[in-house]
């Protein structure tokens, strides 16, 4: 072997960046003619690192580092927004604003309520931007005012801003599916504001 075809990159076999141990020399050049690198990650992904992102600590997992990172920032949001932030579940103890929001996401999606029928079972839903976030549902509501509780003011719309309002019972009980021969209002029928109680 001549000195001109000796290889011009340091062996890096064996050798260990973060997550990344490399194994061997993988086929192929990069565009710039740097060496690649077959690395097996401490999550068992077998990946290719070109030889300049190993030293410097670019590239320090197969990928599955960032995913967790992103996963864990995620996480943090989340509890940050809708378990701690907003004050209004802490401590097991959960605000009026809150039952109100969980019993409508409740009768909306949770199919072993009996009181879906009610609700997902006639097609209401919850629109996505309250249906995954409590602070969501805050920012547009408000918080619940005494003597009110949530109210769809089309009956059969759906849980969302434009059809949401805080109602007194009384307001609520004018706002009920008319009684026709056609539609009958099911005997265990309930406003809404009861059913939040038995939910709960
Ligand atoms: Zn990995």
Redesign the pocket.
Known sequence: MSRYQKPRHRNLIGQRFG?LLVLELAPGRTSTGGVIWLCL?????KVTVRAQSLPSGHTV?????LREKAAQHIRTVRSTNGRTCHGHARHGKQSRTYRSWKGAKNRCFNVNESAWIDWGGRGISMCERWRISFPAFLADMGECPPGMSLDRINNDGNYEPSNCRWATNHEQRLNQRPKTKHSRIPTHWLPEEHIEALLL
């Open positions: 997550r990650c401490d999550c068992g992904k997992s197969c990928g599955c580092q």
